[in-house]
T-cell receptor
Framework: EPEVTQTPSHQVTQMGQEVILRCVPI?????FYWYRQILGQKVEFLVS????????KSEIFDDQFSVERPDGSNFTLKIRSTKLEDSAMYFC???????????FGNGTRLTVT | AQTVTQSQPEMSVQEAETVTLSCTYD???????LFWYKQPPSRQMILVIR??????QNATENRFSVNFQKAAKSFSLKISDSQLGDTAMYFC?????????FGKGTRLHILP
């Protein structure tokens, strides 16, 4: 069964550094998402991406965050200048069409020190 | 804005028992869909069951079923004959078009 793949599985970075989290969504999916889960807490919506542009973003997704789909297969989340509070599990997800369920990757655990 | 509320932060049941997890949501939309996701200790997010709002019939997937009450905006998950492998965090989710939002989750422990 096709999967959403995320790399790396764990990223450690120093405060103020830029990080790029990478995702390869399922190939025939059209909608792409990033979610964040601070340890033990709820899964928070960050951003949705459709037709090569952001379709919706949350208040968490400020100017420090950006997304890109550079080559038709990868979908990346960039955090320009990481803060301690950015430490979380970041999940990429994709879905085929509007009413389809989300398929999640296994997540990238980001630790900011 | 839509909200999803799970009022039970944590629950424990004995293996083989039936357990019901509660979820309510708030929306002004008429067309939407609802999901339950399971997150075991591995932290993967696994789809358990889905329900389209236009369908009156409650969705069922093996031991998992929902009680969807559209007027009450309620979407509970029933797990029958619970198994040790059902131990996980369970998230209720509301979706429309391009956005899916999650409740805070219910941590479910199945006791041997």
């Amino acid at each position: 069964e096709p999967e959403v793949t995320q790399t790396p599985s764990h990223q450690v970075t120093q405060m103020g550094q830029e990080v790029i989290l990478r995702c390869v969504p399922i190939s025939n999916h059209l909608y792409f998402y990033w979610y964040r889960q601070i340890l033990g807490q709820k899964v928070e919506f960050l951003v949705s991406f459709y037709n090569n542009e952001i379709s919706e973003k949350s208040e968490i997704f400020d100017d420090q965050f950006s997304v890109e789909r550079p080559d038709g297969s990868n979908f990346t989340l960039k955090i320009r200048s990481t803060k301690l509070e950015d430490s979380a599990m970041y999940f990429c997800a994709s879905k085929q069409q509007g009413y389809s369920p989300l398929h999640f990757g296994n997540g990238t655990r980001l630790t900011v020190t | 804005a839509q909200t999803v509320t799970q009022s039970q932060p944590e629950m424990s049941v004995q293996e083989a028992e039936t357990v019901t997890l509660s979820c309510t949501y708030d929306t002004s939309e008429s067309n939407y869909y609802l999901f339950w996701y399971k997150q075991p200790p591995s932290r993967q997010m696994i789809l358990v069951i889905r329900q389209e709002a236009y369908k009156q019939q409650n969705a069922t997937e093996n031991r998992f079923s929902v009680n969807f009450q559209k007027a009450a905006k309620s979407f509970s998950l029933k797990i029958s004959d619970s198994q040790l492998g059902d131990t996980a965090m369970y998230f209720c989710a509301f979706g429309r078009d391009d956005k899916i939002i999650f409740g805070k989750g219910t941590r479910l422990h199945i006791l041997p």
